[in-house]
Nanobody, 125 residues
Framework: VQLQASGGGLVQAGDSPRLSCVSSGRAFSRFVVAWFRQAPGKEQEFVALSRGSAARTSYTDSVKGRFTISRDNTENTVFLQMNSLKPEDTAVYYC???????????????????WGQGTLVTVSS
C-alpha cells in the first residue's frame, strides 16, 4: 500500500485548505486512515481518523469543529478539510493507514504500517 498526501502550502490564518491522501492499495474501504501532524520542534500528534466506510470518525480536541475527515472509497482517497486555520496548525501533515487497528490503538502512530510522505502546511498570521 502506498499513500500520497497533497494539498499543503502556505496559507493565511482563517483559510480553509483541503488535504488529500490517495492510496494505491485494494480494499481501501476496509482501512482505517488517519492524519497525523508534526509541528517544528514538537512530537508527532494524532489529528483525525476515519474507519472503513467512514461510519466512524475521531478528532483530537484542538481540531474538533474546524477539521473534517472524509473519504471517497471509490477513488481510494481520504480528505482532511481544514477550516479556520490557526498559526499553531502549522505542521507537516501525514496520512497513515492500516487494515486492522484496535480501538485502543487508533490514535497511536505506531499502530499504522503505511504512511504517506507528508505535506507541509504553513499558516501565517
Amino acid at each position: 500500500v502506498q499513500l500520497q498526501a497533497s494539498g499543503g502550502g502556505l496559507v493565511q490564518a482563517g483559510d480553509s485548505p483541503r488535504l488529500s491522501c490517495v492510496s494505491s492499495g485494494r480494499a481501501f474501504s476496509r482501512f482505517v486512515v488517519a492524519w497525523f501532524r508534526q509541528a517544528p520542534g514538537k512530537e508527532q500528534e494524532f489529528v483525525a481518523l476515519s474507519r472503513g466506510s467512514a461510519a466512524r470518525t475521531s478528532y483530537t480536541d484542538s481540531v474538533k469543529g474546524r477539521f473534517t475527515i472524509s473519504r471517497d472509497n471509490t477513488e481510494n482517497t481520504v480528505f482532511l478539510q481544514m477550516n479556520s486555520l490557526k498559526p499553531e496548525d502549522t505542521a507537516v501533515y501525514y496520512c497513515a493507514a492500516d487494515q486492522r487497528i484496535n480501538l485502543s490503538d487508533e490514535r497511536l502512530a505506531s499502530a499504522y504500517d503505511y504512511w504517506g510522505q507528508g505535506t507541509l502546511v504553513t499558516v501565517s498570521s
